[in-house]
T-cell receptor
């Protein structure tokens, strides 16, 4: 079974600074998807970024980028120029690559605080 | 962008009541919908996978007679918590999936409180 581990329950970053959230996972599959989701206090799940395992290039989405290390099964999220609106719970998630919809396995989450 | 509507957003009811939660895909046809449960300060746990026109697939440990799922059309799935008790109080979130290779789209969730 796949597992996703987020070892940082809480992180804090100053506004305009950069922060990196860690995620490791375990799978026997060679092709899969990895995600970072943001959950603000409103509890809505917002997709931040997605990485296909077969792509060597790290995904980037504006201020958000990932460091995907397939051999190490590591998938960290870097938030640059942090903003107050980035404060939220961040969940790393794994999904196998199949021909139909695949189940997401979530990590336990990292609560990010952004300070002035 | 794809929108998933979940209703109601908040339910407070007495123990023993059955509660129905709706999940609708507003601008796309969802062949598959997922139902998650989230306890306070915890992660999302998948409860079941709902495919249009067929029986839902439940995760291990989820009581199928307790959590009834119906996916009657390509735009609507419902979760009914039957004879709800205080331990069923939680945050329930649905997500919808339309095409292979596309991410799931989440609803805004339903906070269920059983008194």
């Amino acid at each position: 079974a796949q597992t996703v581990t987020q070892s940082q329950p809480e992180m804090s970053v100053q506004e305009a600074e950069t922060v990196t959230l860690s995620c490791t996972y375990d799978t026997s599959e060679s092709d899969y998807y990895l995600f970072w989701y943001k959950q603000p206090p409103s509890r809505q799940m917002i997709l931040v970024i997605r990485q296909e395992a077969y792509k060597q290039q790290n995904a980037t989405e504006n201020r958000f980028s990932v460091n995907f290390q397939k051999a190490a099964k590591s998938f960290s999220l870097k938030i640059s120029d942090s903003q107050l609106g980035d404060a939220a719970m961040y969940f790393c998630a794994y999904s196998p690559l199949t021909g139909t919809a695949s189940k997401l396995t979530f990590g336990t989450g990292t609560r990010l605080q952004v300070t002035l | 962008g794809a929108v998933v509507s979940q209703h109601p957003s908040r339910v407070i009811c007495k123990s023993g009541t059955s509660v129905k939660i709706e999940c609708r895909s507003l601008d796309f046809q969802a062949t598959t919908m997922f139902w998650y449960r989230q306890f306070p300060k915890q992660s999302l746990m998948l409860m079941a996978t709902s495919n249009e026109g067929s029986k839902a697939t439940y995760e291990q440990g989820v009581e199928k007679d307790k959590f009834l799922i119906n996916h009657a059309s390509l735009t609507l799935s419902t979760l009914t918590v039957t004879s709800a008790h205080p331990e069923d109080s939680s945050f329930y979130i649905c997500s919808a999936f339309s095409l292979w290779n596309q991410p799931q789209h989440f609803g805004d969730g339903t906070r269920l409180s059983i008194l």
